[in-house]
T-cell receptor, first 109, second 114 residues
Framework: GQNIDQPTEMTATEGAIVQINCTYQ??????LFWYQQHAGEAPTFLSY??LDGLEEKGRFSSFLSRSKGYSYLLLKELQMKDSASYLC??????????WGAGTKLIIKP | ETGVTQTPRHLVMGMTNKKSLKCEQH?????MYWYKQSAKKPLELMFV???????ENNSVPSRFSPECPNSSHLFLHLHTLQPEDSALYLC?????????????FGPGTRLTVL
């Protein structure tokens, strides 16, 4: 079966750095998305990786290793507004999105 | 604002009621989706419409009935629901193509079935 694993919840301090991991086992791979979802709001796109390596976008970076079935989202200089759930999703061989359950990130002052 | 709107934002219904959820996208996309989001569970894909044709139905109970009259509008008709159907129902749209198939989500309808 297809499976996406990410931690249920993480806590970090304002101004610090946090890494949210995602491992996957899917039938085929055509890219990996990270989305952010604030409570009661729509998920919004953060990043897309299809090749190995690090993609940097401001305070957020996303890394992919296809051989290891592994990705992480790195958030730097954490702000209180970064408190949200972070969803990992993999595009499988049928170009369908397979979703993880999300990681709830709590930022403390 | 993601360009995808959903109404109502909140809905409480009894098990014998009939109601409909509405989604509209203003992005010119050709694919629309219904998802169910329950606490601490992955997003569950329910239905996919591509160019108004239903291309995916993930074994969803018949008490959920989708309708896509055109590429901008999507409905989810609900009848005789169960309490376990209480969840956040998200609509999304995308421009269907191979590769980077970013989906844009609406804010969702929080459904409570009594």
């Amino acid at each position: 079966g297809q499976n996406i694993d990410q931690p249920t919840e993480m806590t970090a301090t304002e101004g610090a750095i946090v890494q949210i991991n995602c491992t996957y086992q899917t039938s085929g791979f055509n890219g990996l998305f990270w989305y952010q979802q604030h409570a009661g709001e729509a998920p919004t796109f953060l990043s897309y990786n299809v090749l190995d390596g690090l993609e940097e976008k401001g305070r957020f970076s996303s890394f992919l290793s296809r051989s290891k079935g592994y990705s992480y989202l790195l958030l730097k200089e954490l702000q209180m507004k970064d408190s949200a759930s972070y969803l990992c999703a993999v595009v499988d061989s049928n170009y369908q999105l397979i979703w993880g359950a999300g990681t709830k990130l709590i930022i403390k002052p | 604002e993601t360009g995808v709107t959903q109404t109502p934002r909140h809905l409480v219904m009894g098990m014998t009621n009939k109601k409909s959820l509405k989604c509209e996208q203003h992005l010119g996309h050709n694919a629309m989706y219904w998802y169910k989001q329950s606490a601490k569970k992955p997003l569950e894909l329910m239905f996919v419409y591509n160019f108004k044709e239903q291309t995916e139905n993930n074994s969803v109970p018949s008490r959920f009935s989708p309708e896509c009259p055109n590429s901008s509008h999507l409905f989810l008709h609900l009848h005789t629901l169960q309490p376990e159907d209480s969840a956040l129902y998200l609509c999304a749209s995308s421009q269907e193509r191979e590769g980077h198939n970013e989906q844009f989500f609406g804010p969702g309808t929080r459904l409570t079935v009594l």
